[in-house]
Nanobody, 120 residues
Framework: QLQASGGGLVQAGGSLRLSCAAS????????MGWFRQAPGQEREFVSV????????SYADSVKGRFTISRDNAKNTVYLQMNSLKPEDTAVYFC???????????????WGQGTQVTVSS
């Protein structure tokens, strides 16, 4: 089970930190991802972190602004979002997979999502 939190309303240029707490399985056995979905749009890849945290990847649209990290002792993955833009407005989902994937189809486990709204 994945439980995302930390979303909210922020002005452009501001920051938010999303958290995703995992339970029920061996957290450090999974690569963890973040995806987002804006109204009327398809769900899109944001970032992924490997099991150990040694490898990370980002969508071009967030590179340099977002940072993914994980704490395996706390079964939690984070997404630090800085310099937020109105186009970052979306529901953000955390995901887990045994594969290091950039595709929605690569993730069998999904959290419920947390809303991020960036005002201009």
């Amino acid at each position: 089970q994945l439980q995302a939190s930390g979303g909210g309303l922020v002005q452009a240029g501001g920051s938010l930190r999303l958290s995703c707490a995992a339970s029920g399985r061996a957290f450090n056995s999974y690569n963890m991802g973040w995806f987002r979905q804006a109204p009327g749009q398809e769900r899109e890849f944001v970032s992924v972190i490997s099991r150990s945290g040694g490898s990370t990847s980002y969508a071009d649209s967030v590179k340099g602004r977002f940072t993914i990290s994980r704490d395996n002792a706390k079964n939690t993955v984070y997404l630090q979002m800085n310099s937020l833009k109105p186009e970052d407005t979306a529901v953000y989902f955390c995901t887990a997979s045994s594969t290091y994937s950039f595709r929605v189809s690569g993730y069998p486990y999904w959290g419920q999502g947390t809303q991020v709204t960036v005002s201009s």
